[in-house]
């Protein structure tokens, strides 16, 4: 009795284990399809914003860049230059020229229009004006994180770097070697047996390749999503104490980001301060300046105006080296430092994260991390045409042809623990999955023709 339930089970195992391959293969193929068009915009877009610096440089190289002076004006002085120009622009934020060939950004609000004005720090004439929301890198951006589409786009675009982490565990599943012995069709692709084994190859064997580096790509920009970024952001930066800057009471709630754009992310959750008005009324901006700790800042610092009597002075520095990027807020009456966070002041996780940003965009070690990371967007660029190769090559007229589901297919225990918990870590994808469910169980079984055009 115990030999042939030993034999049952050997008999029973693989079964299993192919009924478990088909069944990744399935749920791989489908997700690939839906989302493989999303994951190449987001290779293409950026790709091409890595690149920002240099792009902008080259575009609007006559309003960065000036020829050297003698003596600069003061950051006042130019204001009233731009002012003269501009009457009745609102001033909102001051980029000071931080070199000696770098011109003074000025960001105003003038007939319910931002506007970017950009002044000769020598001579206080205005070479130009700039939206900030129509740059070409802006414009980019948007399409990057939200399809240009807003929520909705910020969604989808969530919902596919969920689905393609889940896309890399799959397909990491299925190229598992399991007992072959060639390197061929494993880390190097064959390339003399046919269309579809080629295509299978760069598809498979350039996914290995680049999968740890797909998922830091992933990983490190899943912070700026929605859903799930709302939640890191606050578990890195929030509640009150987990910076060590930070006073025991605050008079606002009101986090950075609903008053400053732009700020550093660790700063974004950061409660604004109020100011406490006083009899010699607000400091201008060359005396924020003066102030020893704005000094001590990165070149290329902003500051950011007090919206009203309460407000504060907002200066922070986005520098490409997340070690040495600060917010500060400041009083405007008397100039006391409110807040102060500094890179060291992070939490764990707020640090991780700034580090993981900086290399997602390019930042973290210079032009060697762009273009690193501009392979691994023409390796994802590859992944998907040729899955999508793949399948046109086998698939017949007429039909999807996914591969078939097992019959009387069981979900293993280990598997479906995995799934749930991806399905909590990121709400969207588990959302997602009960949306699929729910369709072919009450839809696609329940229409014949339906059922056999998708497998």
């Known amino acids: 009795m115990s030999i042939s339930i030993e034999a049952a089970t050997a008999v029973a195992q693989p079964t299993r284990t192919r009924q478990l391959y088909a069944a990744i293969w399935r749920w791989h193929f489908y997700a690939g399809m839906i989302f493989a068009p999303f994951l190449v915009i987001l290779a293409i877009t950026g790709g091409i914003y890595l690149f920002k610096p240099q792009i902008e440089s080259v575009m609007y190289k006559d309003y960065y860049y000036v020829q050297q002076g003698g003596q600069q004006l003061t950051v006042q002085e130019q204001i009233q230059k731009m002012n003269a120009v501009y009457p009745e ?10 070199a000696s060939d770098r011109s003074t950004e000025v960001e105003v609000s003038n007939q319910g229009k931002t506007l970017l004005v950009y002044v000769n720090p020598y001579n206080g004439n205005v070479l130009g004006t700039l939206d900030p ?18 929520t909705t786009g910020d969604r989808i675009i969530e919902l596919t770097a969920c689905w393609a982490m ?25 390339i003399k047996q046919g269309k579809r084994t080629f295509w299978r190859d760069m ?12 998922a830091a790509l992933i990983v490190t920009g899943l912070p700026w999503s929605g859903v799930l970024g709302t939640y890191i952001g606050k578990s ?7 910076f060590s800057f930070m006073p025991t009471k605050l008079q606002s709630t009101v986090p950075t980001k609903d008053v400053v754009s732009g700020v550093p992310w660790a700063a974004e959750q950061l409660p604004i301060p109020n100011s406490t008005p006083g009899i010699a009324g607000a400091i201008s901006v060359e005396q924020v300046m003066q102030l020893d700790r704005v000094k001590e800042l990165a070149p290329g610092y902003q500051i950011a105006l007090p919206k009203n009597e309460k407000g504060v002075y907002t200066i922070y520095s986005t520098t490409a080296d ?60 590859l992944v998907a045409i040729s899955g999508v190769v793949m399948w046109w090559l086998r698939k017949p007229a007429g039909r999807v042809a996914a591969p078939p589901l097992p019959k009387d297919f069981k979900m293993v ?16 994808v588990g959302i997602s999955l009960l949306i699929v469910l729910i369709l072919d169980a009450l839809i696609i079984r329940r229409i014949p023709g339906l059922k056999r055009l998708v497998g």
């Open 89 to 98: 622009a609102k001033l909102s934020k001051v980029k000071p020229s931080y």
């Open 133 to 150: 929301n129509t740059k070409l890198m802006q414009l980019i951006r948007n399409f990057h994180g939200k399809l240009m589409v807003g």
């Open 166 to 190: 889940i896309l890399l565990i799959t397909g990491v599943y299925l190229w598992w070697p399991r007992g072959r012995k060639s390197i061929y069709g494993i880390i190097l692709p064959r």
């Open 203 to 214: 598809h498979a064997v350039t996914a290995f390749w680049l999968s740890l580096f797909i």
């Open 236 to 242: 890195a930066t929030y509640p009150d104490g987990m």
């Open 322 to 381: 997340p070690k040495k990027q600060a917010t500060l807020h400041i009083d405007q009456y008397s100039g006391k430092i409110l807040a102060d966070q500094k890179f060291q002041d992070f939490s764990f996780m707020a640090k991780a994260v700034t580090l993981g940003i900086a290399l997602h965009q390019g930042e973290l070690f210079g032009v060697t991390n762009q273009i690193a990371c501009l392979l691994v967007c023409l390796g994802i660029i």
């Open 413 to 428: 225990k280990w598997v479906a623990l995995i799934t749930i918990a991806l399905g909590i870590v990121m709400p969207l």
